[in-house]
């Protein structure tokens, strides 16, 4: 193990490997990166680490590779088809969808459940807040305040579906025929603006405070 920083030679502490801070760590890559290698696609020059074998310039040529090296980009429609009708009557075989839904029964119950980091660091930041609220008709909120009605949810890729845009619609709509106020946020929304996020947060809060208030 070292004990001195591999680029600026100053002491590492305990948890420190090779390298005193991050700086450190990109300027030495910075400085052994090795120029001259070509891009398979569009033949620019690029600098990469010399340990990596990096094909392509970056992820936009990379991409347009694989589609053109796809290995159904040159079928014909009438060879498609057939590959088609072959997965279909796959699944049609006794006992395979047996199988697949056992296979995804073992991948739910192996995947870790329970809040996401973005929804554990909003929630922390809330004082008020509770963590995966219950309702009846097993409806949950990822983040309440139960006190003055408002729901937040944080979203991630998956609900870009359409299945799950039609879920989050219905659930909104409950919510809202209840009293509830929803306030929707994504998860890199969080984590590359936490205080925005806030605001947007305070700013209904003290709407809803002002609705719960009685006249005078």
Known sequence: M??????????????????????CWCEWLRRTRQ????????????????????RFCDCTCSALWRNKHHPTRNLSEEERQKRRESIINYRKRPGVQEQLRENMRKLLAATPKGP??????????????????????????DIAIPRLKLAIEVDGQSHKAASMKERDAKKEKLLIERGWTMLRFWNKEILRDLPGVLSRIHAATAEKEKESKPWP
């Open 2 to 23: 070292n004990v001195d920083c591999e680029w600026c030679n100053s002491p590492l502490t305990k948890n420190q490997r090779r390298f005193c801070n991050q700086k």
């Open 35 to 54: 120029p001259g290698r070509k891009c398979e696609w569009c033949g620019a020059e690029f600098t990469t680490h010399k340990r990596r074998k990096t």
């Open 116 to 141: 996401t980091i973005p929804q554990k660091i909003l929630f922390e930041a809330l004082p008020e807040s509770t963590l995966e609220y219950g309702l009846p008709n097993f409806m949950k909120i």
